[in-house]
């Protein structure tokens, strides 16, 4: 079956602007994930949805980040004002419950590339 | 605090010698641990995890782990490197499967 799938893969943004970014999980999957990977680094949690509801959003760096899950399914990842900070590769993952030994299935990430 | 350090950046092994990759953790309960491979342009692919019981956990593409509690330890073994096994791998750390704390990762390159 299709995995979990990132729109855009490549985003390229001016300091300063705003920028959406959509993630689909597998179908039937209850829990879904956002991860930063910043060059050389390993994935950086950032926030955890169970269904509609962040469950964990101990990860977003600031107000400027925002995400939002408001069917269950599609998840957004919402950044205002844009700094080169922000530039990195920002995974998404999504797992059956997100509980017990469940496993977390990643995309192949949206690369932000902030100038 | 959770954390995961894996202190080999970069490995070069031959095809066909054995591998071991080192992941060290640092976590206040029983952890759940997890090994993933990323190579160019892909998601991240889970090669096997640890929950309880077995410390030597079997993975995908011939991988294992052996957890080793009083070492800290999750060291990821393959007996014999094949070219494809190029790529880039990262050791992590959670609970309840949910937020999962990754190392920095260590770079694998096989020469032929």
């Known amino acids: ?115 | 605090a959770q954390s995961v350090t894996q202190p080999d950046i970069h490995i070069t092994v031959s095809e066909g010698a054995s591998l071991e990759l080192r992941c060290n953790y640092s976590y206040g309960a029983t952890p759940y641990l997890f090994w993933y491979v990323q190579s160019p342009g892909q998601g991240l692919q889970l090669l096997l995890k640890y929950f309880s019981g077995d410390t030597l956990v079997q993975g995908i593409k011939g991988f294992e782990a052996e957890f080793k509690r009083s070492q800290s330890s999750f060291n990821l073994r393959k007996p014999s490197v094949h070219w494809s096994d190029a790529a880039e791998y990262f050791c992590a750390v959670g609970r309840t499967a949910s937020k999962l704390t990754f190392g920095t990762g260590t770079r694998l390159q096989v020469t032929l």
């Open chain 1, 1 to 115: 079956g299709a995995g979990v799938s990132q729109t855009p893969s490549n985003k390229v943004t001016e300091k300063g602007k705003y920028v959406e970014l959509r993630c689909d999980p597998i179908s039937g999957h209850t829990a879904l994930y956002w991860y930063r990977q910043s060059l050389g680094q390993g994935p950086e949690f950032l926030i955890y949805f169970q269904g509609t509801g962040a469950a964990d959003d101990s990860g977003l760096p600031n107000d400027r980040f925002f995400a939002v899950r408001p069917e269950g399914s599609v998840s957004t990842l919402k950044i205002q004002r844009t700094e080169r900070g922000d530039s990195a590769v920002y995974l998404c993952a999504s797992s059956l419950t997100g509980t017990g030994s469940d496993t977390q299935y990643f995309g192949p990430g949206t690369r932000l590339t902030v100038l």
